[in-house]
């Protein structure tokens, strides 16, 4: 599986100040703790595949001090949770005076398999530079040594690569600095006796809260960016625990002042320094601008939001009308990627039609509350994709949707369509009975994006059951492999799988895999 993001150079921006001003008055507290080192830990090493590679504690974190460390000597710290934050640790020399510097690496690691990968063996396409890697040289000792960068983590490898014959290199309290925008004290407990769901609800929460920085981060390893697709699930997911509207509010001003010269929306903003929008546009994620301005009205309405990001929702709409033919059939640009997941393995023709009807549901909606004069223009195209849809896109015989000019059946169309309710409920549910009958196991999707989807349109289509299961075997398996907090990526038939040819720069901490907590808190309490 692969996807390929764009390169536009050509693309100009526009920057409103005033809706970035506005972005920076929802700029978030960062709330910080300390962590301490809570166990020293060697690596299974019997294999690289991640179901093989664990742990094996070895002693408490504080015999670290104990430990005269050399040449070639390396020692491997578990901080017992997931930590995004600040890395210090104190270092001094034991023996004679330092007659040379101290050399000595450092290895952040989320899951222990990325222990187990040698970084100067990585040849993906995604840059290497994000490998949570430094080699550090230290003239004098001791010292309180703090790293200045952000990492993401729970384990912690030191190995040196000398001091000198004459002496040798102590540490010890090592902390982690974690920091978050979300505040843990005003989250609820999921209301079940069912312990899997409550460990599949927890690390959820846990997955969100170490994503909620300065913006909604799509993972704090790597991008760190604001992606919009992620943005939609994080929302949910946080007005379900920490309800932290704010947030909501700064990530949308950020995307609408910034759009490009004919008013689409970016993919994703960098938020780091600068604000920059990316060059990289999709079909979808623009359209799902609409939907977080409309899931946020929704949950708390906001009249100056609403009047401010209201027109720009409008021009993505407008952007997208041109794709729409007098049939009722969206067509899309090969130029204007329509994304619905990593996977290229499958038709999404008829995933952007139902995504498209998604979309204007909740436009329309919006309209409403300004009293938009476009609201029966929007009923009338609206009734003119359901209408393509039911009878050019559903085969009644077989009672799925197809996709494409081979007429593929794909798990992907199922979902969209019964999440965009283009049918009836008890057509719906029909429609997932017999997409578990003929397309279940999933095959050719690896991203807790896609699978939050499937899982959400069985819970819409009234197949709890069947949607708790299919929970339980896909994040529940994270969990059983040692899960603190979910994946980017992940397929349950191939643990060690990543799209960028290593697991060394997979992320496993992603926004976009936090929403069975929306989905538990939505469904079943």
């Not at 959820?204 to 943005?231: A, S, Y």
């Not at 997208?320 to 067509?331: A, D, K, Q, S």
Request: net charge negative; proline share 4%; hydrophobic share 40%.
């Amino acid at each position: 599986m692969s996807f390929k993001f764009q390169i536009n150079n050509d693309v100009t921006f526009n920057h409103n100040e005033k809706l970035l001003q506005k972005a920076d008055q929802y700029k978030p507290q960062i709330y910080r703790t300390e962590v301490d080192a809570k166990k020293l830990v060697s690596i299974i090493e019997d294999t690289t595949k991640l179901e093989k590679v664990g742990v094996k504690v070895v002693e408490n974190a504080d015999k670290l001090s104990q430990q005269q460390m050399a040449r070639n000597d390396s020692v491997i710290l578990d901080f017992g949770q997931h930590c995004v934050g600040k890395f210090s640790i104190h270092i001094e020399h034991v023996g004679s005076p330092m007659d040379a510097p101290l050399s000595f690496k450092i290895k952040f690691a989320e899951m222990p398999n990325e222990l187990v990968h040698n970084s100067n063996e990585y040849n993906g396409w995604l840059s290497k530079s994000w490998i949570q890697e430094e080699t550090i040289h230290l003239d004098r000792l001791p010292v309180n040594f703090n790293l200045p960068r952000r990492y993401s983590f729970r384990y912690v490898q030191i190995t040196i690569i000398d001091t000198s014959p004459k002496w040798h290199v102590k540490f010890s309290n090592a902390k982690a600095i974690v920091q978050s925008s979300a505040d843990s004290t005003i989250v609820s407990p999921l209301n079940t006796n069912d312990s899997k769901l409550k460990a599949i609800y927890n690390v959820g929460i846990t997955t969100l809260h170490d994503c909620m920085q300065d913006v909604f981060e799509d993972g704090p390893k790597r991008d760190r960016r604001l992606w919009l697709g992620d943005l939609r699930l994080q929302a949910l997911t946080n007005y379900a625990t920490f309800n932290n509207t704010s947030l909501v509010k700064r990530c949308l001003y950020l995307f609408g002042a910034m759009t490009s010269t004919d008013n689409r929306i970016s993919a994703n903003v960098f938020t780091d320094q600068e604000y920059v929008p990316d060059d990289t546009f999709m079909y979808d994620y623009s359209l799902f601008f609409i939907s977080v301005l409309d899931d946020l009205e929704r949950h708390e309405f906001d009249q100056t939001v609403l009047d401010d990001l209201y027109p720009i929702a409008k021009h993505q709409w407008q952007y997208m009308l041109p794709f729409i033919n007098t049939e009722g059939r969206v067509i899309p640009d090969e130029n204007y990627t329509v994304f619905v997941d990593w996977s290229n393995e499958f038709d999404k023709t008829t995933s952007a039609q139902a995504i498209t009807i998604y979309a204007l549901k909740q436009l329309i909606h919006l309209a409403k509350l300004v009293n938009d004069p476009s609201l029966t223009e929007y009923k009338t195209t609206l009734t003119l994709l359901e209408n393509y849809a039911k009878t050019k896109l559903y085969d009644a015989k077989q009672k799925l949707f197809v996709s494409g000019g081979n007429k593929e059946l794909n798990i992907s169309s199922q979902v969209w369509m019964v999440l965009a309710h283009v049918m009836n409920d008890d057509t719906n549910q029909q429609i997932m009975i017999n997409a578990i009958k003929k397309l279940f196991p999933v095959k050719g999707i690896a991203t807790p994006y896609m699978y939050h989807h499937i899982i959400q349109a069985l819970f819409e289509a009234n197949l709890k059951d069947e949607a708790i299961k299919l929970m339980k075997n896909y994040w529940g398996k994270m969990i059983d492999l040692g899960a603190d907090t979910y994946w980017e990526a992940f397929d349950p038939d191939n643990p060690n799988y990543s799209p960028y040819g290593s697991p060394i720069v997979n992320s496993y901490c992603h926004a976009w895999s936090c929403t069975p907590v929306y989905l538990l808190q939505k469904y079943l309490n």
